[in-house]
């Protein structure tokens, strides 16, 4: 059965990869180059002796993005997290985000702006005959300052995300090399009073297709293409769909 769902989720992801908008007439298209470094942690080092505190975690991320060519800044994120294992498998998390931007996310007769976003998640990963299999279904609060790329509205537009994440061993090349397949669907859940900013329904997709690389027992590499749609049917400022070089760092303490 695991078998037919690894299946499954590799075509669709990949179905995702190569789709094309129907509207690509009105697309404009961008290289970025994306870094990542997830660090991700245990309470355990506080007390050795209590068992429990280890199921109390934490999470920061911090993210670099260039684009115009990956000729300038663009976007950064620092996201830190708290979190609590219920089981090996499933943790509950909640955060905060800080995410500045700049072109091309902001038109050129814009400012740079600020966003700022609570967050909320559930992670759950498994191990199977055929690799490892992760899910990541996570809701955001966001908030924007008074240079947003359409002003005129202070509510804060609520999101979600589900990620899919298939991590297939290539043991007959190298033991710690995985073969990566992702993809990551945003809806949004509601439209705030200016719906020219953001409206209700399908927000992104971002596409990954890659390798990673255990370079450490608590470190590993993956690098690869991301092909990242934002859709703006409701918004003056036409759809964006990023080629992205994405290199991503992930510690586990």
């Not at 180059?33 to 975690?57: E, M, Q, S």
């Not at 090996?88 to 966003?115: N, Q």
């Not at 559930?122 to 240079?147: C, I, M, P, Y």
Request: hydrophobic fraction near 45%; glycine fraction near 8%; proline fraction near 6%.
């Amino acid at each position: 059965m695991f078998k037919r769902i690894s299946i499954f989720v590799a075509l669709i992801t990949l179905s995702l990869i190569f789709n094309q908008p129907a509207t690509a007439g009105r697309t404009v298209e961008d290289f970025q180059v994306w870094g990542n470094i997830t660090a991700l942690g245990n309470f355990g080092f506080v007390n050795p002796g209590n068992p429990d505190l280890k199921k109390f975690r934490w999470w920061m991320e911090g993210q670099g993005r260039f684009g115009n060519d990956s000729s300038q800044f663009t976007q950064a994120i620092i996201r830190p997290g708290l979190g609590y294992a219920i089981t090996d498998k499933i943790i509950l998390w909640a955060g905060y985000a800080w995410i500045p931007s700049d072109e091309p996310l902001v038109p050129k007769s814009g400012l740079p702006f600020d966003e700022h976003r609570i967050w909320q998640q559930v992670t759950w990963a498994d191990e199977f005959s055929f690799g490892k299999l992760s899910l990541r279904s996570r809701f955001e609060q966001r908030f924007f300052d008074h240079n947003a790329p359409v002003s005129g509205s202070d509510d804060v537009a609520y999101r979600f995300r589900q990620l899919v994440k298939l991590a297939i061993p290539v043991a007959m090349i190298d033991p710690n090399l995985t073969f990566i397949i992702q993809n990551e669907l945003f809806i949004g859940l509601n439209t705030v009073s200016n719906p020219g900013f953001i409206s209700r329904g399908f927000d992104q997709n971002r596409a990954f297709v890659g390798l990673g690389y255990k370079v450490h027992q608590n470190a590993t590499v993956e690098l690869g293409y991301m092909n990242q749609f934002i859709d703006r049917r409701h918004n003056p400022r036409p759809d964006q769909m990023m080629h992205n070089f994405a290199v991503n760092l992930f510690l586990n303490f």
